[in-house]
């Protein structure tokens, strides 16, 4: 099984990233995707979910009219749009993959660092 992500980097507030994560060694259509972070000294929270293409996602609070997760299933890949980039969005993003009937099946990526400047 790998999940992996890309897209991170520096970005002035305000500039825009597109997070890409693609997954191998598992049933991906079987997968709610979702994307994570964890801020220093934070712990790890939810920025956006999707349980399948064109399902329901679900957004922080914080990120909700700003970011947009997408799946396309064919290429086992899952995305997320960042527009609006925030200082306080500075963070290592992760991809994880959760089973949605077996929930106990897990996968995380390594992360991917997004920085945003002021």
């Known amino acids: 099984v790998q999940v992996v992500e890309s897209g991170g980097g520096l970005v002035q507030s305000g500039g825009s990233l597109r997070l890409s994560c693609v997954a191998s060694g598992f049933t991906f259509s079987s997968y709610r995707m979702s994307w994570y972070r964890q801020a220093p000294g934070k712990e790890r929270e939810l920025v956006a979910s999707?349980?399948?293409?064109?399902?329901?996602?679900n957004y922080a609070d914080s990120v909700k009219g700003r970011f947009i997760i997408s799946r396309d299933d064919a290429k086992n890949s899952v995305y997320l749009q960042m527009n609006g980039l925030k200082p306080e969005d500075t963070a290592v993003y992760y991809c994880?993959?959760?089973?949605?009937?077996?929930?106990?099946?897990?996968?995380w990526g390594q992360g991917t660092q997004v920085t945003v400047s002021s």
């Open positions: 994880n993959a959760r089973g949605i009937v077996v929930t106990s099946l897990d996968y």
């Open positions: 999707i349980r399948s293409v064109g399902g329901s996602s």
